[in-house]
């Protein structure tokens, strides 16, 4: 049992946008950053947004973050085949004194 | 660029230690610190713990404590994990990563390595 709550699929056909969820709690979103990683099947995670709504350098607009009080969003817009990724938030937990990860959506590209 | 390389996989018994590496370049090694996070088979990231590059302050999940210790040899510019009372559910991907912290509001990782695998079975 993850301490964020993610939906574990989510779907989309292409250009459509699709938006996954992150719910946690006042110890950790509600009151720290969230940070948005892909994971492509087989490889490493990949930091796709920080600090709730930031993107690094090479990272598509396609992609935005967004928090609301101790939850989070992630939106991808503009949906293409290479999206299909699992994608996971995480936040610090000052509770736990530890980072806390969501469980992860599988997003597929229908 | 930016490099995080870590060492290969491994098979080890119930009960054993593992010690994975992770070799760092192209960046000042002490300024940043260094996660680890791990992945069992078909399942979502957990993480572990990190250690500062400049002093090696850890800090670790509570569910490890006492399992688990990272290092850092800052000559070669290389971490470590080491894993000790090996279990079949510590079966695994490992990941370090490079940490960031941001004055308070939280910790991110922007570059990570590739993996190691670690199989415990009898």
């Known amino acids: 049992q993850s301490v964020l709550t993610q939906p574990p699929s989510a779907s989309g056909t292409p250009g459509q946008r699709v938006t996954i969820s992150c719910s946690g709690s006042s110890s950790n979103i509600g009151s720290n950053y969230v940070y948005w990683y892909q994971q492509l099947p087989g490889t490493a995670p990949k930091l796709l947004i920080y600090?709730?709504?930031l993107r690094p350098s090479g990272v598509p607009d396609r992609f935005s973050g967004s928090k609301s009080g101790t939850s989070a969003s992630l939106a991808i817009s503009g949906l293409r085949s290479e999206d299909e990724a699992d994608y996971y938030c995480a936040a610090w937990d000052d509770s736990l004194s530890g980072v806390v990860f969501g469980g992860g959506t599988k997003l597929t590209v229908l | 660029q930016v490099q995080l390389v870590q060492s290969g996989g491994e098979v080890k018994k119930p009960g054993a230690s593992v010690k994975v590496s992770c070799k760092a370049s192209g960046y000042t090694f002490p300024n940043y610190g260094i996660t680890w996070v791990r992945q069992a088979p078909g399942q979502g990231l957990e993480w572990m713990g990190w250690?500062?590059?400049?002093?090696?302050?850890?800090n670790y999940a509570q569910k490890l404590q006492g399992r688990v210790t990272m290092s850092t040899d800052t000559s070669t510019s290389t971490a470590y994990l080491e894993l000790r009372s090996l279990r079949s559910d510590d079966t695994a991907v490992y990941y370090c990563?490079?940490?960031?912290?941001?004055?308070?509001?939280?910790?991110?990782?922007?570059?990570w390595g590739k993996g190691t695998t670690v199989i415990v079975s009898s």
């Open positions: 250690i500062t590059g400049y002093n090696g302050n850890t």
């Open positions: 990563a490079r940490r960031l912290a941001e004055a308070g509001m939280g910790y991110y990782m922007d570059v």
């Open positions: 600090r709730n709504d």
